[in-house]
């Protein structure tokens, strides 16, 4: 029987965070086991804002080492750098066609990040998620592991591909794209930032106070941590609306620490801001010191990097390829044996 298809993507803009690796990447790692699993980095999409042409490909280096550093293994996964993929551009284009105009106006990052960019909005921006509907549905992807922050885009991929595609140009006998499913796993789906509870942990925020990146060394994070928003209770606990922080750290406690939330809410009910805090800090450190290890011996071997993109690069070519022609066929384009 034929394994089911994963697909996912992380920006090359700043340097990936927890959010990034609890929400998706360390998803991703597990799925890899028992799924046929292509990861890109998505750097058509890094350019959606303004970018720095000078850092673009070292950080698109560096992001593919972290999937690597962070458990990818390139034995069952295939990971690639997405412009080095000609379909996704050019399903792109093809989706754009025949996505109305008015889906796209409601999404509310679009919103969110136009309202940051003031005057200075791409088409790219708006089309952001066009092009995400295209990397997941080139792979026949039954599963799209992200964040709960990528939920929308994942209905609008259903969408396009579902009344857009499937119900104008599939024929009985022929379904043109499969129909992916997301998959947010709730632990770990919406990190916030350290600096305020009620906003996501996220790369573009202007203060690196609000993240830890997975690079961070072990001062800067306890740094990071002694400075983090509080409030004045004593006593930290899940799920009190009026106290975000608290909840937000003591999950993010519960996930590194490998204990249930049942167990760490007992352990910190009565536990001041004081002591949770290098508690804390100490299971951020010793959960990145891994990542960080491997993520500096892979950097130091581009040879071995070059190889594992290359092989991610053919294959993840040759499954989008056909996916293409038989989207091309189907619309109704002059056919070409390939
Ligand atoms: P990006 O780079 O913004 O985010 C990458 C992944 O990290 C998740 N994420 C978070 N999870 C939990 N808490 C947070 N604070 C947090 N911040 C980010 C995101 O949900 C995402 O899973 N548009 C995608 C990239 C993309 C993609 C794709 C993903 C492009 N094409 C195709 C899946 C399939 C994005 O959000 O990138």
């Given at each position: ?5 994963v697909l996912s993507g992380v920006q ?7 959010g990034n690796w609890l929400g998706a990447i360390r998803n991703w790692?597990?799925l ?7 990861v890109?980095?998505v750097?058509?999409h ?53 996505t109305?105009?008015?889906w796209m106006e409601r999404m509310i990052q679009f919103k969110e990040k ?11 921006l708006l089309d952001y998620p066009v092009l995400m509907a295209a990397d997941i549905l080139?792979?026949?992807a039954d599963l799209v592991p992200v964040g709960e922050d990528q939920k929308q885009h994942l209905e609008l991929a259903r969408d396009i591909a579902q009344q ?14 499969k129909v992916p499913k997301p998959l947010i796993i709730k632990e770990g789906a919406k990190v916030m ?5 009620t906003n996501k942990m996220s790369k573009s ?43 937000n750290?003591?999950s ?87």
């Open positions: 029987m034929h394994q089911k298809r090359p803009t700043g340097c990936l965070h927890i790692v597990e890899q086991e028992e799924h046929e699993t292509f890109c980095v750097d058509l890094a350019i959606t804002t303004p970018h720095d042409p000078k850092t673009l490909a070292k950080e698109t280096n560096s992001t593919a080492a972290l999937y690597l550093a962070c458990g990818m293994n390139p034995e069952k996964s295939s990971i690639f750098i997405q412009s080095q993929i000609p379909a996704h551009s050019e399903l792109c284009w093809i989706l754009n066609c025949l109305p105009l008015n136009s309202i940051k960019q003031g005057d200075n909005v791409s088409i790219g080139l792979y026949d857009r595609i499937n119900a104008r140009f599939s024929t009985k006998e022929n379904n043109i794209l930032s350290l600096t305020d509870g925020d202007s203060n690196e106070f609000s993240r830890i990146a997975l690079l961070d060394p072990p001062d800067l994070i306890t740094k990071k941590i002694k400075r983090a928003k509080t409030d004045s209770e004593i006593g930290l606990e899940f799920n009190n609306p009026k106290r975000p922080e608290a909840s750290l003591l993010i406690y519960s996930i590194l620490s490998g204990k249930a939330p049942q167990i760490v809410s007992e352990e910190c009910a009565d536990m001041g801001w004081g002591k949770f805090k290098p508690l804390l800090s100490e299971v951020l450190v010793s959960a990145l010191e891994p990542i960080q290890i491997k993520y500096k011996e892979l950097i130091q071997d581009q040879t071995e990097l070059d190889k594992i993109l290359e092989k991610g690069r053919l294959r993840a070519d040759e499954i989008s390829r056909k996916t293409l022609n038989r989207v091309k066929e189907s619309i109704g384009f002059l056919n070409r044996d390939y």
